[in-house]
């Protein structure tokens, strides 16, 4: 198994972040006409927020293609080793292959209306169908899900603290954007919030 994890976490994290990130940004662009990366880069909450958010995807980054180069020392600084067992390592790549297929769906069904952070400048397309019709976020549920798998595949230090703060700044950044859906689309979205989960 560990030697897999050298090879998949590295190969799968490249892909990853190629499709869901830098593909669907040039997808998405192209389509628009401007670039959909507009995590604020300001001293305001949404700054503050999208300066986090890029700080986390970074250093998971290196750290997944660090990984098989000092796989062993990962395993002893401070490794959960009840969960090192290869049961709850099938577990962690279902986590991640569910989140590669369930967020390339949803971006798709997003269209033009996807964005990585919150656009002030266009009103987008409020997307209530397809995976949105059970989550109003489900794209924020497959990074979720990979924050779940990455700990489960690699229980230590590292991983638990990617999954605390993901989650934490996913939660912020959620509560965020449906603040500003609910203004720019009143009561459409105060219907869609009140009929389906922010989860699942």
Known sequence: MEKFLKIFLPVYFVVYFGIAFVGRTLITAKKIGKNPFVLQKDDSAYGLIGLYFRL??????????????????????????????????????????FSFIWTVIAQRQMRSSWRIGIDFQTKTELITSGLFNISRNPIFLGMIAVLIGLFLLTPNVFTIFFLLFGYVLIQIQVRLEEEHLLNIHGENYSNYFSKVKRWI
């Not at 990962?74 to 090192?84: A, D, R, V």
């Open 56 to 97: 986390l995807m970074v250093t998971m980054f290196f750290y997944v293609l660090a990984y098989p180069f000092l796989s062993e020392w990962y395993g002893i600084f401070l490794s959960i080793k009840q969960l090192n067992i290869n049961i709850v390592k099938y577990i962690g790549i279902g986590f991640l292959s």
